[in-house]
């Protein structure tokens, strides 16, 4: 088993930035990758960014490529999320995801953390 909690989210007006935090706990040997997922109101979850646990390879959905970053602090299980120059369709409720090692899917999730970018 796997926890994550995240921490960062909150309200910013369009253009601004913040920062999501995920830190994972119990058996974090087995991460494979992590990522960052979204569900706005209505919505399917979408994922935003994951980063390979080993090689540091990170992927972005298109809509944030050159806006948002994720990065890792492997020492302390953590995975972060920069997101500047927000934009309205950015609000969201944001989840961390761990992919663990020999599984197809991404089995492990927060709890979640709302971002709203306000126009």
């Known amino acids: 088993q796997v926890q994550l909690v995240e921490s960062g989210g909150g309200l910013v007006q369009t253009g601004g930035s913040l920062r999501l935090s995920c830190t994972a706990s119990g058996r974090t040997s087995y991460i494979a990758a992590m990522a960052w997922f979204r569900q706005a109101p209505g919505t399917e979850r979408e994922l935003v960014a994951s980063l390979r646990w080993s090689a540091a390879l990170a992927y972005y959905a298109d809509s944030v490529k050159g806006r948002f970053t994720i990065s890792r602090n492997v020492a302390g299980n953590q995975v972060y999320l920069q997101m500047n120059s927000l934009k309205p369709e950015d609000t969201a409720v944001y989840y961390c995801?761990?992919?663990?090692?020999?599984?197809?899917?991404?089995?492990?999730w927060g709890q979640g953390t709302q971002v709203t970018v306000s126009s």
């Open positions: 995801a761990v992919h663990p090692v020999g599984r197809d899917s991404y089995n492990y």
